[in-house]
């Protein structure tokens, strides 16, 4: 019954700008830990950027300075704000979060959104 929707995706401009959103529903009683992921054709997933839900936020270097990852706890939406895009950016992007549902135990199950296509062109 829970699931991750992911939206947001599409082509921008080398330079440009996206943010990606994640919104988490179903019997939802806690949503820790949030990480973004992405895959390039033919590689394998990357991490991006994480956030506790005590707000912590680390990223990877080949992102740190251009992108932000946020949270909106009314909402359980999640969000990727990726500024000064590169052409290497270009990549199938993922949500992944721990959620508690209701009943459960506190240590939750991790879920994934369904990816967004991020095409960055030069």
């Known amino acids: 019954q829970v699931q991750l929707v992911q939206s947001g995706g599409g082509l921008v401009q080398a330079g440009g700008s996206l943010r990606l959103s994640c919104a988490a529903s179903?019997?939802?009683?806690?949503?820790?830990?949030r990480t973004w992921y992405r895959q390039a054709p033919g590689g394998q997933r990357e991490w991006v950027a994480s956030?506790?839900?005590?707000?912590?936020?680390n990223y990877a270097d080949s992102v740190k300075g251009r992108f932000t990852i946020s949270r909106d706890d009314a909402s359980n939406t999640m969000y990727l704000q990726m500024d000064s895009l590169k052409p290497e950016d270009t990549a199938v992007y993922y949500c992944?979060?721990?959620?508690?549902?209701?009943?459960?135990?506190?240590?939750?199950?991790?879920?994934w959104g369904q990816g967004t296509q991020v095409t960055v062109s030069s």
């Open positions: 992944n979060a721990r959620i508690v549902s209701v009943g459960s135990t506190l240590a939750g199950l991790q879920y």
């Open positions: 179903g019997s939802i009683f806690s949503i820790k830990d």
């Open positions: 956030i506790t839900s005590g707000g912590a936020t």
